[in-house]
């Protein structure tokens, strides 16, 4: 019991960086604006674990400009991925152990 | 952000998320059910009131006048289908906004955008190039072409709702491929792929999904 808890990532504590792993899991990428509206959440909190979630790794950012306006987008890396799965099925052994 | 406690509880958090976020699930059977209706209700329009039950055979008979004298007919035709189109696309968001409003989730979201535009870049395409086989009188590709297009067009946006599009999608495509061989028979093609494929695709879902 102790050792599946100990497993689970800090990284994926909060229920904003739970959300924008889970939408990367299954969109290759997504912008800022489509975070905010799937996630319900503010700029300035959407942002702050963003860029965490970015420092540790987890997501790419890809900035890019349709006309003048810029758009930045993020996808999933490799890394994440793997940790994201890793934490889910961390999550399916703590349920079974129940 | 408060943490989540129970892991049952973060696991589902997480499925619902990545559902709502890549699956646009508010698409309702009913609004197939009525897409079918209304294409029956078109072709028997265009059958009894634009070509005279028949008497006049649009593929020879288009093909025997020039394009002049049989404008009227044609703007008539073109006329039908479009209302069956706005028909049908009125009744999709119509029963679609009432099943999101229903499950309490929004209609317009970043995965609805993507299925639109997923499915409007083939059926455009297939629009257009409908009009220029119709520029070019070559009317016997028309129901073909439509079909064809149209199942495209659900093949695409199948990525991103109920996985059942995807295989109306391919039926329409054989539909369309199939009324290319007996051109001679369009308005049947078109009764089945457009108004019996629709309904028994909306009556399955609703089934399915929503009773």
């Known amino acids: ?98 | 952000m408060e943490n989540i406690n129970s892991s049952a509880d973060e696991l589902k958090t997480i499925r619902k998320i990545m559902e709502d976020s890549s699956r646009f699930l508010s698409l309702s059977g009913l609004s197939g059910l009525f897409a079918g209706l209304f294409a029956i209700a078109g072709a028997l329009v265009a059958w009894f009131l634009i070509l005279n039950r028949g008497s006049i055979h649009y593929d020879e008979y288009f093909h025997s006048l020039s394009a002049k004298e049989t404008s009227i007919l044609r703007l008539q035709l073109i006329g039908d289908a479009l209302a069956v189109l706005l028909l049908s696309i009125a009744s999709a968001l119509w029963f679609s906004a009432r099943k999101a409003e229903k499950a309490g989730k929004n209609l317009w979201t970043p995965v609805s955008r993507r299925l639109l535009v997923n499915f409007l870049i083939p059926l455009a395409t297939g629009g257009i190039f409908v009009l220029i086989l119709l520029l070019q009188n070559h009317i016997q590709l028309i129901v073909p072409g439509l079909l064809i297009f149209y199942g495209l067009a659900l093949l695409n946006a199948g990525k991103f709702t109920y996985g059942e599009v995807f295989y109306l999608g391919l039926l329409e495509i054989i539909t369309g491929l199939a009324s290319a061989i007996f051109p001679s028979i369009g308005i049947l093609f078109w009764v089945f792929g457009f108004g019996i494929l629709h309904i028994i695709y909306g009556f399955f879902m609703y089934r399915k999904y929503e009773s």
């Open chain 1, 1 to 98: 019991m102790k050792d599946l808890i100990s497993g689970l990532n800090k990284i994926f504590e909060s229920r904003v960086r739970l959300g924008i792993m889970s939408v990367l899991m299954v969109n290759d990428t997504y912008d800022f604006n489509s975070f905010k509206e799937t996630l319900d959440v503010t700029d300035g909190n959407l942002a702050s674990h963003l860029k965490a979630l970015e420092e540790k790794k987890m997501i790419r950012v890809n900035k890019q400009f349709i006309g003048r306006k810029p758009n930045t987008s993020y996808s999933v890396t490799d890394d994440g991925r793997q940790l994201f799965s890793q934490h889910l099925k961390n999550l399916e052994d703590l349920i079974r152990a129940q």
